[in-house]
Every structure is written in C-alpha cells, then in structure tokens.
C-alpha cells in the first residue's frame, strides 16, 4: 500500500474515529447533564462518579461502532477488553481534567452581572465537558489505532 493510501486510510479512519466519538460526547453529555441536574453538582470530586457512570455505557456503545465503522474486520474477543482498557484509563484522565477545569469557572467573574450563578455553573461544565472529551478523544484514536485495533497486531 503506498503512503498516499496509507495518509488517505488513516484520515478516513480519523473521520470515523471522529464521529463515533461525536455519539461517545453526546451519550456523556447527555448522563452528565442528567445527574448534574439532578443533584446539582457542576465541580468537585462527585464528578469522578459521574464520569465512571457515562463511562458504562459509552464505553460499550464506542466499541460497536468502532467495531464495526471505523477498523472494520479487526475483532477479536480480547479487543474489548484492550478498547475498554483505553477508554478507562481517558476516563480517569478526563475526570481529573474535568475537576480541575470545573473548579475555577471563568464565566462567574465576567457574566455574573443579571445572570443566575448555577446556570453559568452548568454552562461551564458543558464547555469544559467538551474540552476534555476532544483532547483526550484525539489521544484515544492514537492508542486504539496504534493498539487496539492493529491489523498487523492481529494477524
């Protein structure tokens, strides 16, 4: 395979990386935002249960669609295990850089003129719950690529 193809494959697997993560970022979200308006919590340590919460179920979700989408005819009964393993460990990275981010909310000194101090919390917390998720998110895609989901690795 020429490295043209090779460049041409890798960004079209980054794409498809890239899309499964979108669903990934929006099954988070969307349980993140369920219990943070539910209990209230936008900061602090509670967040780390919050994210194993989100982890169960994206974590199952992410593998199938990689799976099957993105590094196609790879499968192999340990690849869940190793993908799971990624996925956990940026967990752990993301709950850390998610405590820390959502611990100085930037938005209370400039907008909180008129507006309710819990809204910008929450608004805060979806930024930086998107920050966290693209950064490590890009990191994911180079371990699973790399080892996950190596052809030449399950040959």
Known sequence: MSNKNKTLKSLTQFIKYSLVGATNIIIDII??????????????????????????????????????????????????????????????????????????????HHMHRGVNIKRLNHIWFNMCILIDSMTIGFLGFLVNKTFVFNKKKTR
């Open 31 to 108: 349980i993140l935002n369920i219990l943070s308006y539910t209990t209230g919590i936008t900061s602090g340590k509670m967040l780390f249960v919050f994210n194993v919460i989100a982890f169960c179920v994206y974590s199952f979700c992410g593998y199938k669609l990689n799976n099957k989408f993105t590094f196609r005819g790879t499968s192999q009964k340990k690849a869940y295990i190793q993908y799971a393993s990624v996925l956990f460990f940026s967990m752990i990275l993301n709950s850390f850089m998610l405590i820390l981010l959502t611990s100085h909310n930037p938005l209370i």
